[in-house]
């Protein structure tokens, strides 16, 4: 938990103390049913196994906008003074609900903490003063940088990407931004950096050059991974996979995709996956997919906590409350040892017309609830049911003599055959599906 409620020249969730755990059968709004953060599930706190995050783009900026309307949220933190004031009224405020929610840790983009300048010395200049009052408030809360990364999308000069761009300079001033992003990372002892590349792909193969802006892409990475190294930087590179929107393809796809992308070009040491629900529902898999395929290389790096809507096309990016989808998702989650030095943030913004303060803790506080209820769901199903024995059944042929030495590759395609040849009447052999969705929804 946070050591205190951290203040800065106002409060301002007034009325709104530090949230605590009281239990199912409570009806305060403001208290966790679920996330017990001492809670021991599987060896861990539930406060270890999810490193749970605030995410302060959305939360602190993110004022409701759509492509079909302005903000409708009048943030109090984000009106008076100039640029710098404004950034600090932000961080009082974000610190401020940080250490009252009793999130761990927080992320950011560089220019969430403070406007972007017009000049690329003015935007580093600002960076340096924020995150100098960032390092206060961190030792003050007792939360720590879960990661950092770099806007590299929202300026018009990255309208065709960053590091894949076409134009050599604006690479060059993305390299810039990226080595203020980093350094301000380790100033404030981030954990891990992440890319995310926003516009990092195509609108159409006409006037692209995919192996070229590939090449570019794995080279800009392998310079910003080397500049980070030379500078201390222990933690790990995450890469989060989204197939479109804004672009119609992005180079980071799938997990799948990206595992290719960092094998072909040796990144694949460095670099981990930061997954999210509603990018892999934009996929077409489901969550739990993209978590399997990135843990089954080692790359399960990091999860944004959010979902989409069953009948909206783009990333809405809800807090997550859908606990079927949850708890299938920390099955895989316990079953491959959980993530690889990230955590869970929320990636998560409130509806549009939720427009009060206290809708924001209202939001983290089911979604970190709902996370807790669903893992605490997914080792009783582990350690309590016939899951893991009726998966383990479907592969027990495996076992035998022929089926070891199949998967220890000590046969040949003529044993194979050979094998085979005697096998005309193989009984069929039930997935029983419904049992496992039965199953589940036992145990929820």
């Given at each position: ?124 200049k600002r960076l340096d003063f924020i995150t100098d009052y960032a390092k206060e408030k961190q030792a003050a809360a007792g939360t720590k940088l879960l990661w950092g990364t770099a806007n590299l999308f929202s300026n018009p000069r990255y309208m065709n990407g960053a590091a894949t761009n076409p134009n ?116 077409q898999h489901t969550m739990q997919h993209e978590m399997q395929i990135a843990a089954n290389a080692g790359a399960l790096g990091s999860m944004d906590a959010n979902r989409g809507d069953y009948q909206n096309g783009w990333d809405t990016d809800q807090f997550p409350t859908n606990l079927n989808e949850l ?118």
């Amino acid at each position: 938990m946070s050591k205190q409620i951290i203040l800065g020249d106002k409060e301002y969730f007034s009325g709104i103390g530090k949230i605590a755990f009281e239990g199912k059968e409570s009806d305060n709004p403001f208290a966790f049913k679920y996330y017990d953060e001492n809670r021991v599930v599987a060896g861990k706190t539930l406060k270890e196994h999810f490193r749970f995050a605030i995410a302060y783009w959305h939360t602190f900026c993110g004022t409701g906008g759509d492509p079909f309307g302005p903000g409708t949220k009048d943030f109090p933190w984000s009106t008076a003074g100039d640029a710098y004031q404004r950034a600090k009224d932000k961080m009082d405020a974000g610190f401020e609900f940080i250490s009252k929610i009793g999130a761990p840790f927080y992320c950011f983009h560089d220019f969430d903490l403070i406007e972007e300048g017009d000049t690329l010395a003015e935007s580093a200049k600002r960076l340096d003063f924020i995150t100098d009052y960032a390092k206060e408030k961190q030792a003050a809360a007792g939360t720590k940088l879960l990661w950092g990364t770099a806007n590299l999308f929202s300026n018009p000069r990255y309208m065709n990407g960053a590091a894949t761009n076409p134009n050599f300079e604006v690479v060059a001033y993305a390299g810039a931004q990226v080595k203020n992003a980093l350094d301000a990372t380790i100033k404030l002892g981030g954990e891990n950096y992440v890319f995310w590349g926003g516009r990092e792909g195509y609108m159409s193969l006409l006037n692209t050059n995919v192996k070229s802006e590939l090449d570019h892409l794995a080279q800009f990475l392998h310079m910003a991974k080397d500049y980070a190294r030379s500078q201390g930087f222990k933690g790990n590179f995450f890469i989060e996979p989204k197939p479109m929107e804004p672009t119609k393809h992005q180079y980071d796809f799938d997990a799948a995709t990206v595992l290719g992308f960092l094998r072909e070009y040796d990144l694949l040491a460095d670099f981990k996956l930061n997954l999210e629900v509603n990018h892999a529902t934009l996929a077409q898999h489901t969550m739990q997919h993209e978590m399997q395929i990135a843990a089954n290389a080692g790359a399960l790096g990091s999860m944004d906590a959010n979902r989409g809507d069953y009948q909206n096309g783009w990333d809405t990016d809800q807090f997550p409350t859908n606990l079927n989808e949850l708890t299938e998702m920390m099955l895989v989650f316990l079953e491959v040892g959980g993530l690889q030095g990230g955590g869970i943030n929320f990636d998560a913004k409130t509806r549009r017309n939720s427009t009060d303060l206290a809708d924001i803790f209202h939001a983290h506080i089911g979604g970190m609830d709902a996370f807790a209820r669903a893992l605490i769901t997914a080792d009783a199903i582990l350690t309590q049911s016939d899951y893991s024995r009726l998966k383990a059944e479907r592969y027990a042929s495996f076992g035998t003599a022929d089926g070891k030495a199949f998967e220890g590759g000590k046969l040949k395609l003529t044993d194979l055959a050979k094998i085979g040849a005697g096998m005309d009447n193989i009984p069929l052999q039930s997935g029983k599906q419904e049992l496992f969705e039965n199953i589940i929804n036992q145990y929820i």
